[in-house]
């Protein structure tokens, strides 16, 4: 069992009752030198909360009594060498991290700096103790055996927000678990459907996107269910090259779980004869 944290600098008070963010703050690195309700985000201000950010991920470590996270689904989307605030440390660690690396403090604080300025994207973990996953508009979950309250009273005095929140790219599912996807990484899992529940006890779970298989740079599987939240719709599985949603290579549609699970299991037999 995981102890789920939603950590980020957003008050939950500044979110309506559907769970929208009023507020105009900025939400991106790139935002620097931009105009906000606080004023222009200056690199000194966000340097300021990157850095709680990392100093969060190094608590939970500690609160964990672990040293290492290893490298898991890792994208590297622009080399930042070119950026003005890049450190040459930045440079060779973008450069010549990959996955299965096993990291320490001192260079988990370099990835979550480029996850966090999105020059690459990847989940931090360590087996079953903890993980780390970013997403979009600066939010970070981080899942912990421990519940480290005391861990997390330190990161709210800090300034920063903790809310109990499913992270969205947590893997446990035991229908997910039994895919045979040979080589692909699961990089997005949303999959929380029972399959004994009924569909009008369990609608939010229908969204338009589930589950996300990545194989490589430029292929993956998409599984969402269309059309969302309709109990007349079906599961669809999308074959997806260069990120080209509107022209998927190929497309299957299911209705129950087993039909789903051979529609991924052809899908990713589909992706293999192509790479070969």
Same mark, same amino acid.
């Given at each position: 069992m995981f102890f789920h944290y939603q950590v980020t600098k957003y008050n939950p008070c500044n979110r309506d009752v559907a769970g929208r963010y009023l507020k105009n703050e900025w939400t991106s690195y790139c935002d620097i030198g931009k105009s906000f309700c606080d004023g222009i985000l200056s690199f000194d201000d $966000?340097?300021?909360?990157?850095?709680? $950010?990392?100093?969060?991920? *190094?608590?939970?470590?500690?609160?964990n009594q672990i040293r290492l996270l290893s490298i898991?689904?890792?994208?590297?989307?622009?080399?930042?060498?070119?950026?003005p605030h890049t450190t040459a440390?930045?440079?060779?660690?973008f450069e010549d991290v990959?996955?299965?690396?096993?990291?320490?403090a001192d260079i988990i604080d370099v990835i979550c700096r480029l996850i966090l300025r999105e020059f690459l994207w990847c989940k931090?973990?360590?087996?079953?103790?903890?993980q780390v996953h970013f997403s979009y508009d600066y939010y970070m979950f981080i899942l912990s055996r421990s519940s480290c309250n005391g861990v997390v009273q330190n990161i709210e005095r800090r300034? *920063?927000?903790?809310?109990? $929140?499913k992270s969205p790219y947590f893997i446990n599912d035991a229908f997910v678990n039994s895919l045979n996807i040979m080589d692909g990484v699961i990089v997005y899992n949303e999959f929380d459907i029972d399959e004994d529940l009924p569909f009008h006890d369990q609608p939010d779970s229908f969204r338009e996107h589930v589950l996300r298989i990545q194989f490589g740079h430029n292929l993956l599987i998409d599984v969402g269910w269309r059309p969302a939240f309709n109990q007349n719709g079906s599961f669809v599985v999308a074959i997806i090259k260069h990120y080209d949603w509107q022209k998927p290579i190929k497309r299957f549609k299911a209705k129950s779980f087993k039909a789903?699970?051979?529609?991924i299991e052809d899908a990713v037999l589909i992706i293999k004869h192509q790479t070969r």
């Open positions: $966000y340097i300021d909360v990157e850095n709680k $950010y990392i100093e969060s991920v *190094l608590q939970f470590m500690n609160g898991v689904a890792l994208e590297k989307k622009k080399n930042p060498k070119y950026d440390l930045m440079t060779d660690v990959k996955n299965g690396d096993a990291v320490t931090l973990e360590a087996n079953q103790v903890m300034g *920063l927000f903790v809310e109990k $929140y789903l699970k051979k529609s």
